[in-house]
């Protein structure tokens, strides 16, 4: 299960929130000329967690010639960790927990459960390189540590079995042993959040001055030409669009308020030669948005609950890995996210 990393697009974002021009945090623009937008840190904490409703994120998505379902639930205080804004570089933070349920797909993999041990480090676009998690289904356990360009799995105190990265994560789907796709499928899981969390996080730069006069506002997406798609796919570029609710009817983009981006089969590219990710359609809802700054800087951001619910909540959004096949343009199998986690960034 890999994950969404296309939207990444170098270093992670820049705030370009609504502090940044003078209709936001506070508003006017009236005296004393431009606002000085506030500075990104160049390290923050992030949490992951569920929304009010307790509603899980759901992920079906097909891999290595079988058809999954996972629902993921955030028990206690979730999926935590840091991101250095510079470089897109992350850590999973020891105490970290994830409920999942896979009984529904074939394989089944039944109900278990992660639990991140040590602090696992993950490099921007990189294999994780240090740190343990371990997968709970029943009374096994597996564990899994990452040694550099190797992944170490022990499973019920037995003898330590040592896979390379590809190997340990093409096993999802494969004939080997159910507890080792298990724990594939639970590092899968752990990747996806974080690439869906960059990808989150791209919304921040789409809270812009146009957005306030032109709302909801239109984006294109990258060309596909000179690559040839397949022929349900359009050579045309598609879009996507990031709307703006004012829930405080304050005229005001800030805290407190609502968006929405909806994606019409939109390309995005991430390196040249055609890998990236086909955004074909499908709406997050992204409420209750969160925004402190002090000192000068964004101290946190996010969305999340307060009085109101608060989170991402994710509709039908289907979205396919791409590459390149000389001049064709590949399309592999499609991802389904329904569902809603809650999600903030917050000073250290």
Do not use: K
């Not at 510079?86 to 994830?98: P, Q, R, V, W, Y």
């Not at 999942?100 to 990189?126: K, R, Y």
């Not at 040249?272 to 359609?281: I, L, M, N």
Request: charged letters at 20%; hydrophobic letters at 35%.
């Amino acid at each position: 299960m890999r994950g969404v990393r296309n939207w990444r697009r170098g270093p992670w974002f820049v705030l370009a929130t609504c502090c940044a021009i003078a209709i936001g945090c506070g508003g006017g623009g009236g005296g004393g000329g431009p606002e000085i937008q506030p500075q990104t840190l160049p390290l923050y904490e992030f949490g992951i967690g569920e929304t009010n409703g307790g509603e899980p994120f759901e992920v079906s998505f097909s891999e290595g010639g079988g058809n999954f379902s996972v629902a993921v639930m955030f028990p206690g205080t979730g999926m935590r960790g840091t991101v250095e804004p510079g470089d897109g570089d992350h850590t999973i933070a020891a105490g970290s927990m994830l409920d999942v349920d896979s009984d529904v797909g074939d394989p089944l993999f039944g109900v278990f459960d992660i639990d991140v041990t040590t602090t696992i480090n993950v490099p921007n676009d990189d294999w994780a390189d240090t740190g343990t998690y371990e997968v709970h289904y029943g009374g096994d356990t597996t564990e899994v540590s990452f040694q550099g360009s190797s992944v170490r799995v022990i499973h019920d105190g037995g003898a330590p079995e040592i896979y390379s990265w590809d190997n340990f994560e093409d096993m999802v789907g494969s004939p080997a042993e159910t507890y080792l796709q298990r724990a594939a499928l639970a590092w899968g899981i752990l990747e996806f959040m974080l690439d869906t969390s960059d990808v989150i996080a791209q919304t921040f730069e789409l809270m812009e001055e146009d957005l306030y006069y032109f709302n909801p506002m239109s984006h294109g997406c990258d060309g596909i030409a000179p690559l040839t798609p397949p022929g349900w796919v359009s050579m045309d570029t598609g879009n996507h669009v990031f709307g703006w609710n004012d829930v405080n009817f304050d005229d005001d983009m800030g805290p407190g308020d609502n968006f929405s981006w909806y994606f019409d089969m939109c390309w995005r590219e991430e390196d040249g030669g055609g890998e990236g990710e086909f955004w074909r359609s499908g709406t997050m809802q992204l409420l209750n948005f969160t925004e402190v700054v002090s000192g000068g800087a964004y101290t946190r951001v996010g969305y999340e609950p307060f009085v109101d619910d608060g989170g991402v909540f994710f509709n039908d959004v289907l979205v396919y890995e791409t590459e390149g096949d000389g001049p064709n343009l590949e399309i592999d199998a499609p991802r389904y996210l329904n569902g809603s986690f809650q999600i903030a960034w917050w000073a250290p």
